[in-house]
């Protein structure tokens, strides 16, 4: 018999007993309709290798990691090539989380997986807003005619929960059409003073969070399919989070990591750390 001991793939502090979880973790390995560098669909694995790196404590929550009750579910399976199967699967996937009484954490993938994750999360929670982290708009009506692309994610957000409960951090780069669309239905959130107001606002609506790593700057995240300079760096990317621990913040995911466009690693380190803190903050 072995003897081990082994390194465990899962998570760091992740609870093998799902029925006492909060949130259940769940891999997104999809990324099918990336417009530029593909490599999203790694990150999910990458990540949890990393997070073994990271300490279980956070100063900046003063909470020790072991205090949240997650799971670790694993990576999803896809079906290489079939988009329409790889978003039913998500969106059943995370239905199941809901109707056990929990929470989804989706990590890795492309932005598109935010779609089929919010589509399950509608059905539990009318009311949904969604607090979207970002360096690009993603409110393209379509994308080399495909409506379903990472590219229009938020538009396709939109059409399911209301262009009143959408609320865009970070971003900096959209055509024009989309910028217009911005400031006609006042969805860009441009100074924190502004958030805390808004999110004060919105205190006991549902929340869910999505946090595509480009926001931050190239220079902190080198590791995503399509760079954009002059984002936040950690700190302030943090700073903005925690404008929404009083919130209701019932599901979240993180997502557009490529981790093979940074071979020093401090990407996917960048990544699990803020998942963690995600996890701590809202967990």
């Given at each position: 018999m072995?003897?081990?001991?082994?390194?465990?793939k899962?998570?760091?502090c992740?609870?093998?007993?799902?029925?006492?979880?909060?949130?259940?973790?769940?891999?997104?390995?999809?990324?099918?309709?990336?417009?530029?560098?593909?490599?999203?669909?790694?990150?999910?694995?990458?990540?949890?290798?990393?997070?073994?790196?990271?300490?279980e404590?956070?100063?900046?929550?003063?909470?020790?990691?072991?205090?949240?009750?997650?799971?670790?579910?694993?990576?999803?399976?896809?079906?290489?090539?079939?988009?329409?199967s790889?978003?039913?699967?998500?969106?059943n996937?995370?239905?199941?989380?809901?109707?056990?009484?929990?929470?989804?954490?989706?990590?890795?993938?492309?932005h598109?997986v935010?779609?089929?994750?919010?589509?399950?999360?509608?059905?539990?929670?009318?009311?949904?807003?969604?607090v979207?982290?970002?360096?690009?708009?993603?409110l393209?009506?379509?994308?080399?005619?495909?409506?379903?692309?990472?590219?229009?994610?938020?538009?396709?957000?939109?059409?399911?929960?209301?262009?009143?409960?959408?609320?865009?951090?970070?971003?900096?780069?959209?055509?024009?059409?989309?910028?217009?669309?911005?400031?006609?239905?006042?969805?860009?959130?441009?100074?924190?003073?502004?958030?805390?107001?808004?999110?004060?606002?919105?205190?006991d609506?549902?929340?869910f969070?999505?946090?595509?790593?480009?926001?931050?700057?190239?220079?902190?995240?080198?590791?995503?399919?399509?760079?954009?300079?002059?984002?936040?760096?950690v700190?302030?990317?943090?700073?903005?989070?925690?404008?929404l621990?009083?919130?209701?913040?019932?599901?979240?995911?993180?997502?557009?990591?490529?981790?093979?466009?940074?071979?020093?690693?401090?990407?996917?380190?960048?990544?699990?750390?803020?998942?963690?803190?995600?996890?701590?903050?809202?967990?």
């Amino acid at each position: 018999m072995l003897s081990g001991p082994f390194l465990s793939k899962n998570w760091m502090c992740a609870t093998d007993d799902y029925t006492r979880c909060d949130w259940v973790m769940i891999g997104l390995p999809y990324d099918g309709t990336c417009s530029n560098k593909p490599g999203a669909r790694f990150a999910s694995q990458a990540m949890r290798t990393a997070s073994w790196g990271l300490e279980e404590y956070s100063p900046i929550a003063d909470r020790d990691f072991n205090d949240v009750k997650f799971f670790d579910a694993g990576d999803l399976e896809f079906s290489l090539g079939n988009r329409e199967s790889s978003l039913n699967l998500i969106e059943n996937n995370v239905r199941e989380i809901l109707k056990d009484g929990k929470k989804s954490f989706g990590i890795g993938g492309e932005h598109l997986v935010t779609y089929p994750e919010i589509k399950a999360y509608k059905e539990k929670y009318p009311n949904l807003a969604v607090v979207h982290f970002d360096a690009h708009c993603d409110l393209r009506e379509d994308y080399l005619g495909e409506k379903l692309s990472h590219a229009c994610v938020m538009r396709r957000v939109v059409e399911l929960v209301g262009k009143e409960n959408l609320y865009q951090i970070g971003i900096r780069s959209g055509e024009i059409e989309e910028y217009r669309w911005m400031k006609e239905n006042n969805t860009l959130i441009s100074s924190m003073e502004k958030a805390s107001e808004i999110f004060g606002k919105i205190k006991d609506q549902p929340v869910f969070i999505t946090l595509d790593v480009d926001v931050l700057d190239t220079s902190v995240m080198p590791a995503t399919g399509t760079q954009e300079a002059g984002g936040m760096t950690v700190n302030e990317l943090i700073s903005w989070l925690l404008l929404l621990r009083k919130n209701n913040v019932v599901g979240m995911d993180l997502v557009e990591l490529s981790p093979d466009y940074d071979a020093s690693g401090a990407s996917t380190a960048t990544a699990a750390k803020l998942a963690r803190e995600m996890l701590i903050y809202f967990g």
